[in-house]
């Protein structure tokens, strides 16, 4: 029987999965990394430690697993989006710390190239929005801060990737050095629509396009690795997606009109729009959602910066709650939220607003609101701004959803789902796998290894778990709509950022 092993390398942890060939999870290991803020607004990882704990938890599986590692196929590869690491060329040691999709350092980077007009020309070649969570203004501001680093950049002696490249490059100890299309295609610097890196959006800001690897189809090959040393035959590596698209993969959202929201620390609403590439305004990104054979898949996509990020501060920062399932019963035991809302702005508030100086605040608190008005708050923030993401990619694409694929760590609060239906008028159908983003990838991997002929074979290794239908009256989900826009308002107190042109495109 053959096997497949997947790393899912994520914002908080690094984890290793051993599939069947029937899509079900037979073993994993799991190790967190710490979460480095060193000024406001700023995050880091420390990609020497998610690179050692990358090999710590293969390597638990292949220990415990040895019996069968001989049946091993592949190695799929799933990542955090948007974070970027600098490298040393020779030994693939990184030389300033991983800058994180939340890291807003870059947000004076880019409200210049707003102001200089660039609005226009980027999201055209894009899709994306000039603003800090992407990565070309994180590595402009190191280029301009890291005298040392930007110097060995320009020189060829240090090379840039998002996290898979990173990873890709020491498995295979320097062999290869190649990202795959959905990671590309979140950078700020790949034109989505000519299929390869730009060589004006590398100059705007300021990367040398030789320090970018080789873009492959997701399920390419990306060379071999011997784990370090922890296996005695070289194993492929097949299968290589951004956490997002990974999910939306392993879904089953292959038809126009199929939508996914994956619920992690941020979360990502993705809404299949075909072969043709729409740019849309109202604050919607345009991605590669795959390619297969060359040939693109694009996806409208709403992003959230902070749903599961907004229960880990109330937990951990307030520490109003110890375990996830008293968020649920609190839910269901509150009849009302008596007019409490929180607005999750802790790193500048993304789609639909994109407005980086924002910051969190909770609004409508009495004397008579306590802890738990607080938590409702907070699961109750991560719903509104999932209804915003869906209202905006159905107006912009002209496109009816035919439903709303759920997976991630929230999808267990019934109460948040339910909520979810509600404001969405939508079903919304939770995903009976827990671990889509790396199930996508190794689904990627089977069909590139020849396991797999169409994606449509594996379509039952995803069937949902649970269903929550719409049942909620209009007028109180127009209250809570209302009450939800009134606190965002109250939020954004800063003049506003310059907005894109809406005479856009709207196919390419």
């Given at each position: 029987m053959p096997y497949f092993l997947s790393l899912d390398q994520s914002t908080s942890a690094s984890k290793a999965l051993l599939f069947s060939e029937k899509g079900e999870v037979l073993d994993r290991a799991s190790k967190e990394h710490a979460q480095i803020c060193p000024k406001p607004g700023w995050v880091e990882h420390d990609a020497?430690?998610?690179?050692?704990?990358?090999?710590?938890?293969?390597?638990?599986?292949?220990?415990?697993?040895?019996?069968?590692?001989?049946?091993?196929?592949?190695?799929?590869?799933?990542?955090q989006r948007e974070t970027?690491?600098?490298?040393?060329?020779?030994?693939?040691?990184?030389?300033?710390?991983?800058?994180?999709?939340?890291?807003?350092?870059?947000?004076a980077l880019c409200n210049e190239a707003l102001e200089e007009g660039h609005a226009v020309d980027v999201v055209?070649?894009?899709?994306?929005?000039?603003?800090?969570?992407?990565?070309?203004?994180?590595?402009?501001?190191?280029?301009?801060?890291?005298?040392?680093?930007?110097?060995?950049?320009?020189?060829?002696?240090a090379l840039i990737g998002t996290i898979d490249t990173y990873l890709i490059?020491?498995?295979?100890?320097?062999?290869?050095?190649?990202?795959?299309?959905?990671?590309?295609?979140?950078?700020?610097?790949?034109?989505?629509?000519?299929?390869?890196?730009?060589?004006?959006?590398?100059?705007?800001?300021?990367?040398?396009?030789?320090?970018?690897?080789?873009?492959?189809?997701?399920?390419?090959?990306?060379?071999?690795?011997?784990l370090c040393g922890k296996l005695w035959r070289?194993?492929?590596?097949?299968?290589?997606?951004?956490?997002?698209?990974?999910?939306?993969?392993?879904?089953?959202?292959?038809?126009?009109?199929?939508?996914?929201?994956?619920?992690?620390?941020g979360s990502s609403i993705l809404l299949n729009t075909g072969s043709k590439m729409q740019i849309a305004d109202g604050g919607l990104v345009t991605t590669l959602a795959w390619t297969r054979g060359g040939k693109p898949t694009y996806a409208l996509e709403g992003i959230l910066i902070s749903t599961g990020a907004t229960l880990a501060w109330l937990k951990d920062k307030l520490e109003l709650f110890q375990d996830n399932a008293e968020l649920d019963e609190l839910g269901q035991g509150l009849g009302d939220n008596d007019g409490?809302?929180?607005?999750?702005?802790?790193?500048?508030?993304?789609?639909?607003y994109w407005r980086a100086e924002a910051r969190a605040a909770i609004v409508g608190l009495s004397s008579q609101s306590d802890r738990k008005q607080?938590?409702?708050?907070?699961?109750?923030?991560?719903?509104?701004?999932?209804?915003?993401?869906?209202?905006?990619?159905?107006?912009?694409?002209?496109?009816?959803?035919?439903?709303?694929?759920?997976?991630?760590?929230?999808t267990t609060n019934a109460f948040l789902m339910q909520l979810v239906a509600d404001l969405c008028s939508l079903e919304i159908s939770v995903s009976s796998v827990s671990e889509?983003?790396?199930?996508?990838?190794?689904?990627?991997?089977?069909?590139?290894?020849?396991?797999l002929k169409n994606p449509e074979e594996f379509s039952m290794m995803t069937e949902s778990s649970q269903s929550f239908s719409p049942c909620m009256d209009t007028p109180q989900r127009d209250r809570l709509l209302a009450g939800w826009n009134r606190a965002v308002q109250q939020t954004l107190f800063q003049p506003s950022q310059q907005r894109l042109e809406t005479a856009l495109p709207q196919e390419v």
């Open positions: 020497e430690e998610i690179w050692a704990n990358c090999v710590s938890v293969l390597g638990e599986l292949v220990e415990r697993n040895g019996k069968i590692v001989r049946e091993i196929q592949c190695l799929s590869i799933t990542n970027v690491v600098v490298f040393e060329k020779a030994t693939g040691r990184p030389l300033y710390n991983a800058l994180v999709w939340q890291c807003r350092r870059g947000t055209s070649k894009t899709g994306l929005k000039i603003d800090p969570y992407f990565s070309a203004s994180k590595l402009k501001w190191l280029m301009q801060n890291e005298p040392e680093l930007a110097s060995k950049v320009r020189s060829g002696e490059y020491r498995l295979t100890e320097g062999r290869i050095f190649a990202t795959d299309t959905t990671n590309a295609s979140r950078t700020l610097l790949f034109d989505i629509a000519k299929m390869c890196w730009d060589e004006e959006l590398c100059d705007l800001w300021e990367v040398p396009i030789d320090a970018l690897p080789e873009v492959l189809d997701s399920e390419g090959r990306f060379g071999d690795t011997n070289p194993l492929a590596i097949c299968g290589v997606m951004g956490d997002s698209q990974a999910a939306m993969f392993a879904q089953g959202c292959h038809d126009v009109g199929a939508g996914k929201v994956t619920f992690g620390t409490v809302f929180l607005v999750p702005a802790f790193t500048g508030l993304g789609f639909p607080v938590m409702r708050a907070g699961v109750e923030s991560i719903a509104y701004q999932v209804h915003d993401a869906v209202v905006a990619m159905r107006d912009a694409s002209r496109i009816a959803f035919t439903g709303l694929k759920a997976d991630g760590g929230s889509c983003s790396p199930l996508g990838a190794t689904l990627a991997g089977m069909l590139g290894m020849g396991h």
